[in-house]
């Protein structure tokens, strides 16, 4: 397999500048909980975190599996679980990626039954052409990207690359 350069971090880096923007002037005064998807929404969550300075925020995670190698299994499993108190609290649930939606919308099923206040998705990457559910609308979105596999920025091939700061793309054309 072979990657080739797709988004670069000090792109990335401007664009997580700009969500971090929408979120403090929409939070204003109130005091949202950011939940990262472990493991690989952990880069664009600790840097959307930080640069959301202006505001009062706690980060929390939790740790959901829907990938084995390049592909998605179709089957979420929870492997690590929330241990916060979300009632009446105000979430923003940072993923990595929506791809399919299937990790997502069983997170909000969960989510919604602990009674937030709130519940808004920021995900570095979108891609709207394989997504399964519809009614699925991230509220902050870092890049919508084909549906390819991509590693990088935390994104990993069987738990490899995360630790690359810009995104790599599968390069189909080389064998």
């Known amino acids: 397999m072979t990657f080739r350069p797709f988004i670069s ?15 403090v002037d929409e939070y ?25 300075e202006d505001i009062d925020a706690e980060l929390t995670f939790v740790r959901l599996k829907s990938y084995e190698g390049t592909g998605s299994t179709g089957v979420v499993k929870q492997v690590m679980g929330l241990t916060e108190n979300l009632e009446g609290r105000d ?32 995900t570095l990457l979108f891609k709207p052409e394989a997504l399964q559910h519809p009614e699925l609308k991230p509220d902050y979105v870092g890049f919508e990207i084909p549906k390819k596999f991509i590693i990088g920025y935390g994104l990993d091939i069987d738990g490899l690359a995360r630790n690359l700061n810009d995104i790599y793309i599968l390069d189909e054309e080389v064998k």
């Open 9 to 23: 971090n000090s792109r990335i880096t401007e664009r997580v500048g700009e969500i971090a923007k929408s979120i």
């Open 91 to 122: 979430i923003i649930l940072v993923e990595d990626i929506i791809d399919t939606g299937n990790t997502m919308v069983k997170l909000l099923a969960d989510l919604h039954a602990l009674n937030p206040a709130s519940v808004r998705i920021a």
């Open 28 to 52: 204003g005064d109130r005091k949202p909980l950011f939940l990262c998807v472990l493991n690989g929404a952990a880069p664009f969550a600790v840097d959307l975190f930080r640069a959301c």
